[in-house]
């Protein structure tokens, strides 16, 4: 028998319970049991079921042993005193993968799943030794659950985007030619066979590029490269690789097709083409009027048009939801489809101001979006955050140039908010004067806003680190990024007061793994998913990556450059990346489920509506959020600066 102060002390003693407080280690004494083995014992065996507890040795060894095909067992391990073991299993809940044996006499403390769940919501330092596992446990939840209880459309016109792989709808063989081919001569393949790709390939087979039939008519009408007798596959041909494995799903290829603007991708396996899928293959293993709104986008030629089809693009996100797409896929293809939208509306509002006498754009310029829109976020259409960046005029052009674009702003946002992208309520529109600038004046803007205290520009510094230009002169957005990064490395306060404004609302999880919701208001009983949870990942994923000076405004992304920089381990990220996606799908969930009510989406969630495994993924990525807040805190904090600025 062990008293409180012997439980403490090997507790003290044990990474990471070491890191606790005396007075966090007190009460879990209460819960913690002890286990007394002899030499020999089984503390458990391979492939039983989760003790749901973690085991922390007092005294003697553990053997951990894996048992083969043949029943023999293997020592893979030794645990000493004052280590843990079985922590596999006991967030998971799945069988054990290995045995554990007691080398010689054995005590053990026990400290049930209940208890260690507590000290992970509630010390995020502590949780972050369980990060590997608490991401593997919102992995296996995640998919149980989508398999379970996935949100069905019902009479959704899209089937089998993720269940069906595009070895089942590929062209195959390849067609292929070779580089030194006529054109003619790969122009009648293409007819006699009716397709419109040749794979252009070398002598071994290799790819070289791709011949479309847009080539064809591109380089021998339109711009005439080259006389058609003398033209070769390789004059006209896209030596870009656009690829696809052939066991990919056919959502991936659609999502890759939106990311390329291409129409066709070429299938490799074992790095030679072994057939192509076109996005009429997509529409045909469909009966697919959401796919076609993708396609039909670039066809239309008024904002009448245009709008009438953002209409159904609502129903392209049920059908991905209905396939149980995964949450990046989801978001990339929606993200992608909506910057088509805009891209068309950009240049029918060109076309427009030529017919009202305007002219063309006097100096180059580029449309940037920003929030979710940036970041590939965006899932059903949400308020506009945009602006624009023009290159500096004449002296004397300054008053027209500024002229010409906010009027092109403002048929921009007007025929945005015609095609579902309502106007933003803050005003962070390109069409007022503040987000309507020459490079000159936002480069002079990010160096005032990066030094000041004020609420007002600490907020617009928040909103312009997420952006991504869509349309125009991308080297615009890529100068004023290189001086916004310029800019932070040199402030000190920039960090600190980016971080400090974060740190006003903590994650909703409490002690003890409670969810904090509104305690009162039309939400009461809810929790608000994305100010309350996502916002603090985004921020804090932001800033790690600002410092690192990486551009891509992808949360996901930069969590993957973070690991690259070693700013992050693997662990770390697929952890929060876990917490992401998770936060990212009940969002989505809930507020398809509102709009198929008639309600406007609110990104908000009733907890006592989840089931158990819900809730237990809920707050394990809860704790995700609460761990990040905690590490940008440490990184960007700077205490003295807390006397200056409220």
Not at 51 to 60: K, Q, R, V, W
Not at 277 to 282: N, Q, R
Request: aromatic share 6%; with cysteine; charged share 25%.
């Amino acid at each position: 028998m062990m008293n409180n102060e012997a439980l403490i002390a090997v507790l003290q003693r044990t990474d990471p319970f070491a890191l606790l407080d005396r007075n966090v280690l007190a009460p879990l004494c209460r819960g913690i049991t002890l286990g007394t083995f002899k030499k020999g014992d089984y503390v458990f065996r391979q492939g039983a079921p989760s003790c749901d507890c973690l085991f922390i040795i007092a005294h003697g060894l553990v053997e951990i042993l894996v048992e083969d095909d043949c029943r023999e067992e293997s020592v893979v391990g030794l645990r000493r005193k004052h280590d843990f073991f079985g922590e596999t299993v006991v967030l998971s809940g799945q069988r054990y993968p290995g045995s554990a044996r007691a080398k010689g006499a054995l005590t053990c403390l026990r400290l049930h799943r209940n208890d260690l769940e507590s000290l992970i919501y509630s010390q995020p330092e502590f949780s972050g030794f369980f990060n590997t596992l608490l991401a593997e446990r919102m992995r296996l939840i995640y998919e149980r659950n989508l398999s379970d209880r996935a949100c069905t459309i019902p009479g959704s016109s899209t089937a089998l985007l993720f269940r069906k792989q595009v070895s089942r709808v590929m062209s195959a063989p390849v067609l292929t030619c070779r580089e030194d081919d006529p054109v003619s001569d790969a122009a009648k393949k293409m007819v006699k066979r009716q397709v419109g790709c040749l794979v252009v390939v070398d002598p071994a087979g290799r790819f070289r590029g791709t011949l479309t039939e847009r080539h064809l008519v591109g380089g021998l009408i339109a711009e005439q490269t080259c006389p058609v007798g003398r033209c070769t596959a390789g004059r006209l041909m896209d030596p870009r690789l656009k690829a696809i494995a052939p066991e990919a799903y056919l959502g991936e290829a659609l999502a890759a097709m939106i990311r390329n603007r291409s129409r066709q991708l070429v299938v490799m396996e074992r790095d030679l083409p072994v057939g192509v899928v076109a996005f009429s293959d997509l529409v045909r293993s469909q009966s697919a009027d959401s796919l076609m709104l993708i396609h039909d986008i670039a066809d239309q030629n008024d904002m009448d048009g245009l709008a009438d089809l953002s209409a159904g693009i609502d129903r392209v996100l049920d059908a991905l939801v209905a396939e149980r797409a995964g949450v990046q896929e989801t978001m990339e293809i929606m993200s992608r489809l909506n910057d088509r939208i805009t891209r068309k509306v950009i240049e029918l509002s060109e076309v427009q101001m030529k017919g009202d006498g305007w002219g063309p754009p006097p100096v180059d310029y580029c449309w940037i979006n920003m929030g979710s829109a940036a970041r590939y976020e965006q899932t059903l259409r949400t308020d506009q955050d945009n602006a624009i960046i023009y290159a500096d005029p004449e002296d004397g052009d300054r008053q027209a140039s500024f002229d010409y674009f906010q009027r092109l702003a403002e048929r921009v946002v007007d025929g945005l908010d015609r095609c579902g992208f309502e106007r933003c309520p803050g005003g962070v529109m390109a069409s007022k004067p503040k987000w309507c600038r020459a490079l000159s004046e936002w480069r002079r803007g990010v160096a005032g806003w990066m030094v000041s205290m004020e609420p007002e520009d600490i907020r617009t510094l928040t909103i312009l680190l997420d952006y991504r230009s869509v349309w125009g002169n991308n080297s615009l957005a890529d100068t004023l990024w290189d001086d916004i990064v310029d800019a932070f490395s040199g402030s000190m306060s920039a960090g600190h007061m980016l971080s400090r404004d974060d740190q006003k609302l903590v994650a909703p999880i409490g002690i003890l793994g409670k969810i904090a919701t509104e305690r009162s208001g039309p939400k009461k009983g809810r929790i608000n998913l994305k100010t309350a949870a996502l916002v603090h990942m985004v921020n804090a994923v932001r800033l790690l990556a600002l410092r690192r000076g990486i551009s891509t405004p992808s949360t996901l992304e930069r969590l993957d450059r973070l690991v690259d920089s070693h700013d992050l381990s693997a662990e770390d990220a697929a952890f929060y990346r876990a917490g992401f996606e998770t936060l990212m799908m009940f969002r989505i969930r809930e507020n398809l489920k509102r709009v198929r009510d008639g309600r406007p989406p609110d990104n908000t969630l009733d907890p006592g509506t989840l089931n158990k495994s819900e809730t237990l993924l809920l707050k394990d990525a809860l704790s995700a959020v609460a761990q990040l807040q905690k590490r940008m805190s440490k990184g960007f904090h700077v205490p003295w600066m807390n006397y200056f600025g409220h």
